[in-house]
Nanobody
Framework: QVQLVESGGGLVQPGGSLGLSCAASGSIFGFNNMGWYRQVPGKQRELVAAMPSGGRPSYADSVKGRFSISRDNTKNMVYLQMNSLKPEDTAMYYC??????????????WGQGTQVTVSS
């Protein structure tokens, strides 16, 4: 069983910064794609940032230049640094990862989410 646990969400003023972390635990033999999504009530979950194994990160147009994704495979961690936050960044943020669980099987997992609220 694999678990992804996000942390670092909270309330921040417009223009401020927050750093999100996602820790993966369980029977893990490696990772492929890792990423961050967000969702607001009544809307579809959207991709914010993604980072393939050994590849370059990609970002939603709305966060380019403000958000940065990074990962540390040795620690089973993925991070999202969010700068110059705007009220429209308010959402529940979810960690997502493709995890090798043994027997060359690759499964996709989600975290439980962490709330980010940008408000004055």
């Amino acid at each position: 069983q694999v678990q992804l646990v996000e942390s670092g969400g909270g309330l921040v003023q417009p223009g401020g910064s927050l750093g999100l972390s996602c820790a993966a635990s369980g029977s893990i033999f490696g990772f492929n794609n890792m990423g961050w999504y967000r969702q607001v009530p009544g809307k579809q979950r959207e991709l914010v940032a993604a980072m393939p194994s050994g590849g370059r990160p990609s970002y939603a147009d709305s966060v380019k230049g403000r958000f940065s994704i990074s990962r540390d495979n040795t620690k089973n961690m993925v991070y999202l640094q969010m700068n110059s936050l705007k009220p429209e960044d308010t959402a529940m943020y979810y960690c997502n990862a493709d995890v090798y669980i043994g027997g060359n099987r690759l499964l996709n997992y989600w975290g439980q989410g962490t709330q980010v609220t940008v408000s004055s």
